[in-house]
């Protein structure tokens, strides 16, 4: 099993920045791909962006130029600076791991990301 810790979240205002970091621990050798998901109320759970264990970096549309996801596999952590922050990137952070050969998903508990001013 692969457990998932998020932390960085909070209130910050329009046009400021943020650092999430996930800390996994468990069988983290089995995971490949990571990721970071966000869900606002009454929206649909998105992908923010995700991270290979080599590297390979995809970010939506929404995002791109603004967030940068990194991975630190000595520490077992996934970061997300969030630059340029808007009001509709509010919502729940959560940080995701998929398995290498079984595909499984695990995800973490979530932390608060509230832009306003």
């Known amino acids: 099993q692969v457990q998932l810790v998020e932390s960085g979240g909070g209130l910050v205002q329009p046009g400021g920045s943020l650092r999430l970091s996930c800390a996994a621990s468990?069988?983290?050798?089995?995971?490949?791909?990571m990721g970071w998901y966000r869900q606002a109320p009454g929206k649909q759970r998105e992908s923010v962006a995700t991270?290979?264990?080599?590297?390979?970096?995809n970010y939506a549309d929404s995002v791109k130029g603004r967030f940068t996801i990194s991975r630190d596999n000595a520490k077992n952590t996934v970061y997300l600076q969030m630059n340029s922050l808007k009001p509709e990137d509010t919502a729940v952070y959560y940080c995701?791991?998929?398995?290498?050969?079984?595909?499984?998903?695990?995800w973490g508990q979530g932390t608060q990301v509230t832009v306003s001013s």
């Open positions: 995701n791991a998929a398995a290498r050969w079984t595909g499984a998903q695990y």
């Open positions: 468990g069988n983290i050798v089995s995971i490949n791909v």
């Open positions: 991270i290979s264990r080599g590297g390979s970096t």
